[in-house]
């Protein structure tokens, strides 16, 4: 809690109270405590797991996002999106309404210029304040609010499930105007991406239309899955981030998590070797031991407490992540 605390004080007195400002979090980034409510310029947040942004710039906009009607008077900009789950919300003033119903507003989040509207936002008319809780990660770069349907929204569910032998995507439009394809995105870290697919859009206008895409490939681990909606005109969106894990880490013990200091990667075959990778979130590697070996160490006493990938490579080609919690 101290640590949290002290980060609370560290933005408050970077941040001023102007309405249109700008954050920027360097190479060290932020950290924030799974729990802990953080306000940057009226903006709050309050993960649900441990969240750290690294080099990031946040800037607080006056300018609408376009919609029919045009969002409220406050957008926030990050200028890399960031992967989040938990509660998000902020604070606007009456005059940022920009002719919009306050009662009947919706958070919005956006990726690349497209919005995706977080229906069940709640609103505070007194304190002009709206916040939405995010189930799972979701990767945005903008915040706003604006009435539900006027921001580009097209998806309206999207569920990944384990089979027997594969992995199965299903998701749900609610309005397909002008709608290209649907490119299906698989990663292993939320931040590199592979795509596994392309499946057509119907482009049925209003009209509920359902999708499923197989996902036929072995895959261990915990394991992210997106859908990028393409249109006819080339602009796009991306839905929601959904996670699954995928059998379990056997062939790896990385120990110990929560970690301090040294942490130890052992193979469980002693025949086995990996070489092994250490990224944050963001995706910047901070240890690389390219060597295949059978078991690996590591020192984390000079990483910022967070959230770590240790990507091992196995000679017979077989990967694993592993997430380890630097306290």
Not at 47 to 62: I, Q
Not at 91 to 115: F, H, I, M, P, V
């Amino acid at each position: 809690m101290m640590k949290g605390y002290w980060l609370f004080c560290q933005l408050s007195l970077l941040c001023s109270m102007a309405a249109y400002g700008q954050f920027t979090a360097g190479p060290g980034g932020i950290f924030i405590g799974a729990g802990t409510a953080v306000s940057i310029d009226g903006l709050t947040l309050t993960p649900s797991s441990d969240f750290t942004a690294a080099s990031r710039t946040l800037t607080v906009s006056p300018t609408p996002v376009p919609g029919s009607p045009p969002g409220i008077a406050r957008v926030y900009q990050f200028d890399q999106p960031v992967n989040f789950a938990g509660n998000v919300g902020f604070y606007y003033q009456a005059g940022e309404l920009n002719g919009n119903a306050e009662e009947t507003l919706q958070l919005n989040y956006g990726t690349a210029g497209a919005y995706t509207s977080a229906p069940g936002s709640t609103v505070d008319e007194t304190a002009h304040y709206i916040s939405n809780t995010l189930p799972a990660v979701t990767s945005f770069d903008g915040l706003t609010a604006a009435q539900e349907g006027a921001l580009p929204v097209r998806l309206a569910d999207f569920v990944v499930r384990k089979t027997e032998h594969a992995v199965m995507l299903n998701w749900q439009t609610a309005s397909e105007e002008n709608s290209a394809f649907f490119e299906v995105q698989q990663s292993r870290d939320a931040t590199k991406w592979n795509v596994l697919g392309k499946v057509a859009a119907a482009n049925q206008g209003n009209k509920e239309m359902n999708y499923t895409f197989r996902d036929n490939a072995t895959r261990s681990g915990l394991q992210y899955y997106r859908l990028k909606m393409v249109d006819i005109d080339g602009t796009f969106a991306y839905s929601i981030i959904r996670s699954l894990q995928l059998g379990h880490t056997a062939w790896v013990n990385a120990y110990p998590n929560p970690a301090v200091n040294l942490v130890r990667v052992d193979m469980a075959d002693s025949r086995e070797t990996a070489s092994l990778k250490v990224v944050n979130l963001a995706g910047k590697p901070l240890f690389e031991s390219p060597r295949e070996e059978t078991s690996h160490e590591v020192n984390m006493e000079s990483f910022p407490a967070g959230i770590y990938l240790f990507l091992l490579k196995a000679a017979s080609g077989k990967t694993e992540a592993v997430k380890i919690i630097k306290q």
